[in-house]
T-cell receptor
Framework: SQTIHQWPATLVQPVGSPLSLECTVEGTSNPNLYWYRQAAGRGLQLLFYSVGIGQISSEVPQNLSASRPQDRQFILSSKKLLLSDSGFYLC???????????FGPGTRLLVL | GQQLNQSPQSMFIQEGEDVSMNCTSSSIFNTWLWYKQDPGEGPVLLIALYKAGELTSNGRLTAQFGITRKDSFLNISASIPSDVGIYFCAGRINGGSQGNLIFGKGTKLSVKP
């Protein structure tokens, strides 16, 4: 069966520091991968998605970037965090384009 | 762009009561999904609907794909405390970036024992 992991679970970072959040998927190959941000425990905002290694699409302009160095690894990064980057970051995978998405456990980021 | 209107935003109910929430859109969707998110965790898929008029149950949960393909509802019968969480609807139309899921803003459910 497929599983999705996110690391770390919680992160507290100072403003201006770099960021790297990792998402890995097991039990499937060539998945579509997604990064979402959820502020204040409510709606999901799609940040990035990837349909393959090295292929990244950005949905909203922002202070963050994403990379997919391996088939089942998706990384969310920032060179300099802003206060507004605080939130709950969710990674999701889907078997194909438009298929049901399955979410990871999330990473809670607090920027101080 | 396409939007989903999910209502109500929040609900405060007594244990044992039935719950109903819905999502509507001005666009036609090919798929409707319902997720539940427990506090501090990722959303978990509850029910997936693929055909107009489809009615699907998962335990005490029942969801329907509206025949106009522009709406869906989720019902929870005889609520219990562990039903607490945020429920999201999500819909999908095919083609391009529109093939990605579009999420509602969520219904926050609180259950009083």
């Amino acid at each position: 069966s497929q599983t999705i992991h996110q690391w770390p679970a919680t992160l507290v970072q100072p403003v201006g520091s770099p960021l790297s959040l990792e998402c890995t998927v097991e039990g499937t190959s060539n998945p579509n991968l997604y990064w979402y941000r959820q502020a204040a425990g409510r709606g999901l905002q799609l940040l990035f998605y990837s349909v393959g290694i090295g292929q990244i699409s950005s949905e909203v302009p922002q202070n963050l970037s994403a990379s997919r160095p391996q088939d089942r690894q998706f990384i969310l990064s920032s060179k300099k965090l802003l206060l507004s980057d605080s939130g709950f970051y969710l990674c999701a995978w889907a078997q194909g384009w438009g298929e049901t998405q399955y979410f990871g456990p999330g990473t809670r980021l607090l920027v101080l | 762009g396409q939007q989903l209107n999910q209502s109500p935003q929040s609900m405060f109910i007594q244990e044992g009561e039935d719950v109903s929430m819905n999502c509507t859109s001005s666009s036609i969707f090919n798929t409707w999904l319902w997720y539940k998110q427990d506090p501090g965790e990722g959303p978990v898929l509850l029910i997936a609907l693929y055909k107009a008029g489809e009615l699907t149950s998962n335990g005490r949960l029942t969801a329907q794909f509206g025949i106009t393909r522009k709406d869906s509802f989720l019902n929870i019968s005889a609520s219990i405390p562990s039903d607490v969480g945020i429920y999201f609807c999500a819909g999908r139309i095919n083609g391009g970036s529109q093939g990605n899921l579009i999420f509602g803003k969520g219904t926050k459910l609180s259950v009083k024992p």
